[in-house]
């Protein structure tokens, strides 16, 4: 089964800096994606990013881009320039397999907290 | 364009009771899933289906059951409601789920308590 390791439970930064977002997966799939969704305390699942197994650059979009490392099987997101407005908890999800379905599994989520 | 929409936004039950709650997509997207999110956890899959009229079991079906009948709708029902079914429920969509590439849309959940 794929498993969705993120070590961070809480993070802090100072506005306008930038942050890293740990995640490791691991699954024997030689295709998957990597994605990341923000949630805000509003609750709602806001997607930002993803990444194909396959893909040779590293994802970006806007100030999201994704560390991508195939070989240690992490992909961070690293958020530059943070806003207040990017306070969340941020979840790494990988897309399973079509025996699921290609539902997505989650990581435990990271909380991050912008400061003035 | 309204997206995946879900019914109702919040609900009480009691413990026995039941209740079904709705899920519309307006995407004409193939694949829906239902999952749940409880305090300092991620969400977790109870159900999916890949077309009008399927529907398979996820991580934690126990409790749940679901129906496709329109492509557009994807119920989730609590036959006999317990106090471990309180959670927040998420909806979601995708095209067709191929080759891996395609973003799941997420509803605004489901803040359900069971007393």
């Known amino acids: 089964a794929q498993k969705i390791t993120q070590t961070q439970p809480g993070m802090f930064v100072q506005e306008k800096e930038a942050v890293t977002l740990d995640c490791t997966y691991d699954?024997?799939?030689?295709?998957?994606?990597l994605f990341w969704y923000k949630q805000p305390s509003s609750g709602e699942m806001i997607f930002l990013i993803y990444q194909g197994s396959y893909d040779q650059q590293n994802a970006t979009e806007g100030r999201y881009s994704l560390n991508f490392q195939k070989a240690r099987k992490s992909a961070n997101l690293v958020i530059s320039a943070s806003q207040l407005g990017d306070s969340a908890m941020y979840f790494c999800a990988m897309r399973e397999g079509p025996g699921s379905g290609y539902a997505l599994n989650f990581g435990k989520g990271t909380s991050l907290l912008v400061t003035p | 364009n309204a997206g995946v929409t879900q019914t109702p936004k919040f609900r009480v039950l009691k413990t026995g009771q039941s209740m079904t709650l709705l899920c519309a997509q307006d995407m004409n997207h193939e694949y829906m899933y239902w999952y749940r999110q409880d305090p300092g956890m991620g969400l977790r899959l109870i159900h999916y289906?890949?077309?009008?009229?399927?529907?398979a079991k996820g991580e934690v079906p126990d409790g749940y059951n679901v129906s496709r009948l329109k492509k557009q709708n994807f119920l989730l029902g609590l036959e006999s409601a317990a106090p471990s079914q309180t959670s927040v429920y998420f909806c979601?969509?995708?095209?067709?789920?191929?080759?891996?590439?395609?973003?799941?849309?997420f509803g605004p959940g489901t803040r359900l308590t069971v007393l």
């Open positions: 979601a969509s995708t095209f067709r789920g191929l080759p891996y590439t395609d973003t799941q849309y």
């Open positions: 289906s890949v077309g009008e009229g399927t529907t």
């Open positions: 699954t024997s799939d030689p295709s998957y994606g």
